[in-house]
């Protein structure tokens, strides 16, 4: 399989734990962003990678989250002390072309269940 | 500011006619890109299609169409001889230099197949 996959796929934490998400981007992206999905809503932008350079942050991103992505290939994203709010789909997507027609491919995402 | 609308939230076809998902949008950058996706209940994200401010030309792709129209800033989708495997959510999305480069999803709507 050679798309992005994302581990877990599903996670259930009480609050105040930490949980760390998995990323593997198609082999021959450059580019990595994560993108964090509520219900009812769009995909909303956090963070992005070109190679392992974190680029940009959106102001979503809290102190408690982290990502990194140390060797320009994978990339792991941790919340600290989960709150009930971060329960939601957290995406990632790799693209290899900048530009305007720059097209994302996206993993299945991994559901955060923060009880 | 970017902004991407869709104020369709269910739509509903029969099989075989075509359906339009509308989306419209609100930038002020003098160059963009229109994209759209395609969400199954698997949650991941497909690109379907994509459409550059400057195409002259309306974007196809296979049973895909985006119905571009500069002036009135809409960038709907139409989806020919639609087919059961079409239901899913389906999200219009921006991308632009003064967003930083990053992509900005619509709410999304989803689309039921009847058979």
């Known amino acids: ?8 796929r ?16 198609i082999s021959e ?11 009812g809503q769009g995909p909303e932008f956090l963070t992005y990678f070109q190679n392992e350079a974190q680029l940009e942050k959106s102001r979503l991103l809290s102190d408690r989250f ?9 990339s792991t994203l941790e919340i600290q002390r989960t709150e009930q709010g971060d329960s939601a789909m957290y995406l990632c997507a790799s693209s290899s072309n900048r530009g305007d ?4 491919f996206f993993g299945s995402g991994t559901q955060l269940s923060v009880l | 500011a970017q902004k991407i609308t869709q104020t369709q939230p269910g739509m509903f076809v029969q ?20 994209f759209w996706y395609k969400q199954p209940s698997s949650g991941e994200m497909i690109f379907l299609i994509y459409q550059g401010s400057y195409d002259q030309q309306n974007a196809t792709e296979g049973r895909y169409s985006l119905n571009f129209q500069k002036a009135r800033k809409s960038a709907n989708l139409v ?7 079409d239901s899913a959510m389906y999200f219009c999305a921006m991308r632009g230099k003064s967003a930083g480069n990053q992509f900005y999803f619509g709410t999304g709507t989803s689309l039921t197949v009847i058979p």
């Open chain 2, 15 to 34: 099989e075989k006619e075509a359906v339009t998902l509308d989306c419209t949008y609100d930038t002020s950058d003098p160059s963009y890109g229109l």
């Open chain 1, 29 to 39: 992206h450059n580019r990595l962003y994560w993108y964090r999905q509520t219900l």
């Open chain 1, 10 to 25: 599903h996670k259930i934490t009480k609050r105040g734990q930490n949980v760390t998400f998995r990323c593997d981007p």
């Open chain 2, 79 to 85: 989806i020919s001889a639609s087919q059961l495997g």
């Open chain 1, 101 to 104: 027609n720059e097209k994302l």
């Open chain 1, 66 to 74: 982290s990502a990194e992505r140390p060797k320009g290939s994978f």
């Open chain 1, 1 to 8: 399989d050679t798309g992005v996959s994302q581990d877990p």
